[in-house]
T-cell receptor
């Protein structure tokens, strides 16, 4: 079992829909990261959080440390949001620079 | 451009050749990380370097792979005698000098390595 599990693996939505991508992890962490990767493109860091909730524009990330679960929400989705969204964690302890990644969620937003 | 710069963006090599991937971190960043993304798989940590030091290479294959981050110039990931299984996207990330290791990492656009 992977240390970081994401669901769903693939997600198709219509423009304007509210999107939720989930991430569960099985290890103690010092932080959780949400990243965005466009096909053939680079990786952009969206959020780094260790508790609570963060918001940036139409993106919201939440984390529940007790349940070892995080969600990434996109409000009023748009075709330009189509990308792979990757959850990653940095473990608590000495190696807290090392990111462990989920396999990603491929989001397609249709106009 | 203040971002993490990787070059080349695409690299094609024949089996047995050497591949050199370069990464210039963001200005003011002295921590560099290399990750590999195999086809249909997630990203995997390879190595963490600071200037002139390898801090953690636990994700590096034991043979043919090496990394350096010299005092001057970019970080280099070197793969000797490449094989088909080395075909992947290689990403570099950097973080600031602050000494706090749990920092957001800033990623480059990656190098897509194809082995013929």
């Amino acid at each position: 079992k992977n240390e970081v599990e994401q669901s769903p693996q693939n997600l198709t939505a219509q423009e304007g829909e509210f999107i939720t991508i989930n991430c569960s992890y099985s290890v103690g962490i010092s932080a959780l990261h949400w990243l965005q990767q466009h096909p053939g493109g680079g990786i952009v860091s969206l959020f780094m959080l260790s508790s609570g909730k963060k918001k940036h524009g139409r993106l919201i990330a939440t984390i529940n440390i007790q349940e070892k679960h995080s969600s990434l929400h996109i409000t009023a989705s748009h075709p330009r949001d189509s990308a792979v969204y990757i959850c990653a964690v940095t473990n608590s302890g000495g190696s807290n620079y090392k990111l462990t990644f989920g396999k990603g969620t491929l989001l397609t937003v249709n106009p | 451009n203040a971002g993490v710069m990787q070059n080349p963006r695409h690299l094609v090599r024949r089996r047995g050749q050497e591949a050199r991937l370069r990464c210039s971190p963001m200005k003011g960043h002295s921590h560099v990380y290399w990750y590999r993304q195999l086809p249909e798989e997630g990203l995997k940590f390879m190595v963490y370097l600071q200037k002139e030091n390898i801090i953690d290479e636990s994700g590096m294959p034991k043979e043919r792979f090496s990394a350096e981050f010299p005092k001057e110039g970019p970080s280099i990931l070197r793969i000797q005698q490449v094989v088909r299984g080395d075909s992947a996207a290689y990403f570099c990330a950097s973080s600031p000098l602050s000494g706090v290791s749990n920092q957001p990492q800033h990623f480059g656009d990656g190098t897509r390595l194809s082995i013929l």
